[in-house]
């Protein structure tokens, strides 16, 4: 059940598909009863994964489960084979069909929900803005719940069907940086905030890795039902989470599931068997982790090398991990999860994870490398966002991601005076927010790139234009514990007061203005309109703007009540 090239030949006008699939089109069967393609497979395939691309944006998976289609193959003698071959072909012709018939028929109830002019207005310009939220079209077993399932982006209209997506009104509050854990009782200190942040207009708080962990900050966990560590006893924990939900917030547990740190030696003398209520032994850990000799399956991602890599295509461990997903749920009150170092498996284990657990909201960190030439940025960060957008589309878009791609350019248009950057080639967000800002959480900093840690800090002096961009923009904003608690405190209470004020959300609309060498400005929901940099502007037109906020190289109008 792994995805891998087959042998040469292959049908005409082939193409490789990322290195680890072929893209081929149907092709019309002479009868007219169907289409169909044939491949060579050698005798080593087990079966044949594939996927069917409707159009340049959408992909059709199986309805019936979720995931990709799959076609067991088996060897037998030839009559039998033959027979088998008959019998598949029968079977194929009867899935190109029911997936005609089920185009056909989300077509056709699209185009009667179109006749709503909202939905219809909403629609058009979502399909040319969100183009990438066609990938959640067939989400649903049924027909008849496919269109529940459209992604509109507008939660006054549709509802998403699934969970981990909020309410679009979320404000998150990261509640820790690198040296929480040094008090030891970091929790405590946590929850006596819980009314202050409530009162700023946070709705999450992002709370610490819980679990008993070889490092103190908790990103290398260990006995996972272990839930006294280095910021506090489980109790207290519970304490902290029961505080802000009477502050009406809501508490994200960082779950660490890429990866798990051994408790004992194998017979060669590798930390690979684990211990404690999830006991499990190296065949729970990757094949291709090249330091810890798992008997597991090969990876679905990319290595984490400090510590031994989970195989999340063995059955016990998606079971297993999904049981404590569920008994965090319960037993601490968490409502939903910031997930660490997605990169490291496949997004489609995770849509397992989180519809067991069915977390109000959740967060993947897909970190990765923006694109350079020579050292400079390219100013086309399109492949970058493109990879947090499959990541968020293989979870089924039960998740969102950190909106790393609009980080980094917000460092290179701000420290070298380039705001140009601050618009894509059509004239929208560059980042993760300009094509799916619904999923895209946006942040200016964190644990990892501030606090004492640094390794990628944003520029210095300039975080409220960092903020003014993101608590008036669409997506989700999240704000770093350290600017929180900072000088910066009053211009960000002031922002997020206007966003909620004027009811900014994930899905709002947004209308680039100016973005040129030292100034950017948008409008947001006709509502809003900001500016940053240290360029001259000022809005026009017929609406009554008035100052709402504004300081060093930014300023931010609101229409008059």
């Given at each position: ?21 072929l893209q081929?089109?149907l ?22 994964i ?7 944006y ?5 309805v ?18 033959k027979?088998k ?5 029968s ?10 018939n ?26 040319e ?11 649903s077993?049924t027909i ?8 509109i ?24 940086n690198w040296?929480s854990?040094k ?15 409530s ?23 260990r ?5 006294n ?6 109790e207290?924990?519970?304490?902290a ?15 660490v ?11 060669n003398?590798?930390w ?48 297993d ?5 569920c ?5 601490v009150?968490?409502d939903?999860w910031?997930l ?12 397992d994870?989180?519809e ?10 897909y ?19 493109q990879?947090?957008?499959d990541?968020i589309?293989?979870?089924n ?6 909106d ?16 140009w ?14 094509w ?6 946006t ?5 990892d ?18 903020y ?6 669409p997506?989700?904003?999240a ?15 002031k ?9 900014i ?6 209308k ?6 030292n100034?950017y ?12 940099g240290?360029?001259?502007?000022e809005p ?10 504004e300081?060093?190289?930014?300023k931010?109008?609101e229409?008059?009540?």
């Open positions: 059940m792994t995805w891998e090239i087959p042998p040469e030949p292959h049908p005409p006008a082939t193409k490789i598909f990322r290195q680890k699939a081929t089109m092709q019309q069967k002479a009868d007219g009863t169907g289409n169909s393609l044939s491949f060579l497979l050698d005798g080593e395939y087990s079966g044949l594939f996927v069917v691309k409707l159009d340049e959408t992909w059709l998976r199986n019936e489960n979720g995931f990709d289609f799959y076609i067991p193959l088996t060897r037998a003698d030839a009559e039998a084979d027979q071959a008959d019998d598949k072909s079977q194929d012709d009867g899935l190109i069909s029911d997936i005609r089920l185009v056909v028929g989300l077509s056709s109830r699209r185009g009667q929900r179109a006749k709503n002019k909202v939905l219809q207005e909403d629609i058009l310009q979502e399909i803005r969100l183009a990438a939220e066609a990938y959640s079209i067939f989400r077993p008849d719940t496919v269109e529940e399932s459209v992604y982006d507008d939660s006054s209209i549709v509802k998403p069907a699934c969970s981990g997506t909020g309410s679009g009104f979320e404000i998150l509050c990261q509640g820790f040296e854990h008090s030891g009782k970091w929790y405590v200190e946590l929850g006596s905030k819980a009314k202050e942040l009162s700023m207009g946070f709705t999450i708080v992002w709370s610490p890795p819980p679990t008993d962990s070889v490092s103190p900050e908790g990103y290398m966990p006995d996972l039902y272990n839930l560590s280095r910021y506090g006893t489980m207290e924990l519970k304490e989470v029961k505080r802000f939900h009477e502050a009406g917030m809501k508490v994200l547990g960082d779950a599931l890429n990866h798990r740190c051994a408790q004992f030696q194998n017979q003398g590798v690979n068997i684990f211990g404690g209520r999830l006991n499990w032994d190296d065949r729970a850990v990757v094949a291709d982790d090249p330091h810890f000799q798992g008997r597991g399956n090969k990876s679905s991602g990319d290595n984490f090398h400090a510590a031994p890599n989970i195989d999340h295509s063995q059955e016990f461990v998606r079971s991990l999904k049981e404590w997903l008994w965090m749920r319960k037993e009150g968490y939903g910031r660490d170092f997605v990169r490291g498996f496949w997004g489609g284990y995770v849509h994870y989180l067991a657990s069915e977390p109000y909201f959740a967060v993947g960190e970190w990765d490398s923006l694109s350079y030439t020579y050292g400079e940025m390219d100013y086309n960060q399109d492949a970058h966002r990879r947090i957008v990541w589309n293989a979870t878009g039960t998740a969102g991601a950190f790393v791609t609009t980080k980094g350019i917000l460092h290179s248009a701000l420290e070298r005076s380039e705001y950057r601050l618009s894509d080639e059509k004239g929208k967000p560059p980042g993760v927010l300009g799916w800002p619904s999923r895209a959480v942040f200016i900093e964190n644990h790139t501030g606090s004492t840690q640094g390794h990628w800090r944003f520029p210095f002096g300039m975080e409220l234009q960092g003014v961009y993101i608590l008036t923009h997506g989700t904003p704000i770093f514990y350290d600017h929180i608690f900072s000088h910066l405190q009053p211009e960000i209470a922002l997020i007061s206007i966003r909620n004020r004027q009811k959300h994930c899905r709002s609309k947004i680039i203005l100016k973005a040129e060498g100034l400005a948008a409008e947001i929901d006709e509502r809003v309109t900001m500016k940053i240290a360029g001259h502007f026009s037109g017929p609406t009554n703007w008035v100052v709402a906020a300081g060093q190289d930014y931010v109008w229409v008059s009540s």
